[in-house]
């Protein structure tokens, strides 16, 4: 379902690894967890995991286009991502993003008895 309502606001699934390898190497091969909307005013990528859903573009006005197009599946813009999948993300003026897996490195050392 969310599928076709991302097709039907002219999202387009996409090549993931297309910055690593040309359009023949990767011919037929799509992730379908990734999406992106291109038009004169912008882009828009969405990522999607399960029930997850991380949302980017080139403007706010973009992202804001988006979650207007999904209120049919009731999804809410809970602004700018503070952690996703484990993975803390701090923006900042100056150095923009930066992304921080510590929490998931240690919850998985501890899982399989490699803790300190």
């Known amino acids: 379902m969310l599928h076709d309502i991302l ?10 690894d297309s ?8 011919k037929g091969y799509t992730d379908s967890c990734s999406y ?11 990522g999607i995991y399960v029930d ?3 949302a980017t573009g080139t403007s706010v ?3 804001d286009e988006f979650f207007n197009g999904m ?3 009731e999804l809410k813009d809970l602004g700018a ?13 100056e150095s ?14 501890e899982k399989f008895g490699l803790s300190k």
Do not use: H, P
Request: with cysteine.
């Open 7 to 16: 097709k039907s606001l002219n999202f387009r699934q996409s090549y993931t």
């Open 19 to 26: 910055c690593f390898y040309n359009q023949e190497d990767i």
């Open 36 to 46: 992106i909307q291109e038009d004169i005013k912008g882009k828009t990528l969405v």
């Open 52 to 54: 997850d859903l991380l």
């Open 61 to 63: 006005k973009k992202v």
């Open 71 to 73: 209120k049919v599946v």
């Open 81 to 93: 991502v503070a952690k996703f999948l484990g993975i803390v993300f701090d923006y900042d003026v």
């Open 96 to 109: 923009g993003w930066e992304l921080d897996q510590e929490c998931v490195i240690e919850e998985m050392l």
